[in-house]
């Protein structure tokens, strides 16, 4: 049966670097996780609760922004595009763009949760017939070929402040990548949470319901299924504060006694009160991400910030 026989071969393969970047990052002195594995198919489903939290104003600011983005976008993009979203999750924001831009004739959306994608994808499909959709299942945090580039130009697509998740050196790195590979005359529009009062950023991801903590704590389930780990969830308290230095949300899990866990033939030894720290959610002033984007070889070609400038959407152009 080669169709099942090449399934299970590409995700022992997803499974190999999942472990590695699991041993890696729990041996440091300081422990991480790459916030990348919240994005199983359980933690794609609690990052869309997440977004109808009140607390969590990224979401519902960017989203309310998109139709009059959309209108804007059909004025300034004359000719046919390819559209490329980097973390497609739901697909949800795209259609906002979709409904207003014709021109658009395929969607290549990037997601690293598979069976998520292909599930938005194909409802998606139901809903806009002429469209063409590519889902590609793979980590934009790595090179990512895409089919046939340079036929038809592209419009990158990367909403939410997903780019919030790298460190401004990465995120320059991203940057720089998704410009190559999007090739020549590229623009991208690109969604950043900004810099605003420490009470608003610290309830958005410590919400009463106590949703951002399951989201926080399933990865050491996802780690669990995907590497043989034997974590227990229960074992660690969520913990997410603003760091005004770094410019960022941090969020952690603290191991709530000293414990030991597995993971394959490696432990890992908590004492406690130990941290692992599972992701990093920069915030940027406009000014400060486009001299980030011109560092990377985009410059900004429009901006649009909501009345309160809780969110910031850009328009990039490749091209210094
Ligand atoms: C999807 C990366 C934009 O950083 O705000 C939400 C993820 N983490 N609550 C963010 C997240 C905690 C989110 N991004």
Redesign the pocket.
Known sequence: MPAAQSARASATKTDDTLLREVVEGLSQVHKQLP?KY?YDSAGSRY?DE?CQLEE?Y?YRTELAMLPGIADDLSHLIRDQRDVVEF?AGSLVKIRLLLQHLPQIKRLLPIDIAGDHLREAAAELRREFEHLEIVPIVADFTRQVELPDRNKVKKLGFFP???I??FTPLQAVAFLDRARRSLGAGALLLIGV?TKKAPEILHR??NDKLGV?AK??RNILTHINREAGGDFDEDKFDHY?FYNPTQGR?E?HLISREQQVVTVEDYQFAFSKGENIHT?N?HKYTPEEFLTLAAEAGWRGVRKWLDDEELFCVHLLQAGG
């Open positions: 916030s919240f990052f997440i969590y990224p973390g939410g402040s997903t919030g998740n949470d958005a991801y951002t989201f926080n997410a949300i969020m992701e959610s």
